[in-house]
């Protein structure tokens, strides 16, 4: 079983926080990250909704947690991290490519960025 994480941008100082714990309350405009200190912190800090992301519970080849909206590389192309409502799983969105991969060689793939703090890497390669 994975463990269960969650990431936003915060809106009081654009940092991003990771936690365990979320607070929708209504909608997802009114989403809210739980910061916990060892388990023992209540304070609730509000993310913008549209970066909220969960942990795939798979890392990097450097051993970084990936997360959906994370820009990876296979060594040859660059693609996004997904979730497929169809197949209930994470995939790779291949940037330029009409093609579609299930994360399944983890081993090779490094998180270059995110879709938030790197737009242009969203750009096709030339």
């Given amino acids: 079983m994975r463990e269960i994480k969650f990431r ?7 940092d991003w926080l990771y936690s365990q714990g979320i607070d929708i309350r209504g909608n997802i405009e009114e989403a809210k990250l739980v910061y916990r200190d060892e388990e023992t912190s209540d304070t609730w800090h509000y993310v913008y909704p549209e970066t909220l992301s969960q942990y795939t519970g798979l890392k990097d080849k450097n051993g970084v947690e990936i997360y959906k909206g994370d820009i990876v590389n296979d060594g040859i192309r660059k693609a996004i991290i997904e979730w497929s409502d169809t197949t209930f799983n994470y995939i790779l969105n291949y940037i330029g490519w009409c093609d579609f991969d299930y994360l399944s060689d983890i081993m090779e793939l490094e998180i270059i960025g995110n879709v938030w703090d790197n737009p242009e890497l969203l750009k096709e390669s030339d």
């Fill in 8 to 14: 936003g941008k915060l809106i009081e100082s654009d």
